[in-house]
């Protein structure tokens, strides 16, 4: 199983970066992909997810307006676009899989995610 995520960088505040999570190893027909992250001395937090069975999308009320999240079932990757980026959003971010998704309640729920991948930088300069 893995979760390789890809497309983090340096950019200033205002600006963009889009996240690739590509999954491999396991089926997740029913289940969700999600994003979270980590800040210095702060505890991770869930950013968005999407199920995989109906498409159907979550999203942190922070994020919300400004990050997208998609997926290419064909290629078995989540995309998290994230625009008009601010310093707060600089975290490690890591793609997580739910093999059998919980449901609405559950997609914050660090401890319902079954594979994460190894984590992408993003800082966000002002």
């Known amino acids: 199983v893995q979760l390789v995520e890809s497309g983090g960088g340096l950019v200033q505040a205002g600006g963009s970066l889009r996240l690739s999570c590509a999954a491999s190893?396991?089926?997740?027909?029913?289940?969700?992909i999600g994003w979270l992250r980590q800040a210095p001395g702060k505890e991770r937090e869930a950013v968005s997810c999407?199920?995989?069975?109906?498409?159907?999308?979550y999203y942190a009320d922070s994020v919300k307006g400004r990050f997208t999240i998609s997926t290419d079932n064909a290629k078995n990757t989540v995309y998290l676009q994230m625009n008009s980026l601010k310093p707060e959003d600089t975290a490690v971010y890591y793609c997580?899989?739910?093999?059998?998704?919980?449901?609405?309640?559950?997609?914050?729920?660090?401890?319902?995610?079954?594979?994460w991948g190894q984590g992408t930088q993003v800082t966000v300069s002002s």
């Open positions: 997580a899989a739910q093999v059998s998704f919980a449901g609405d309640y559950y997609w914050e729920q660090q401890d319902e995610y079954d594979y």
């Open positions: 999407i199920s995989r069975s109906d498409g159907s999308a």
């Open positions: 190893g396991f089926n997740f027909d029913d289940g969700a």
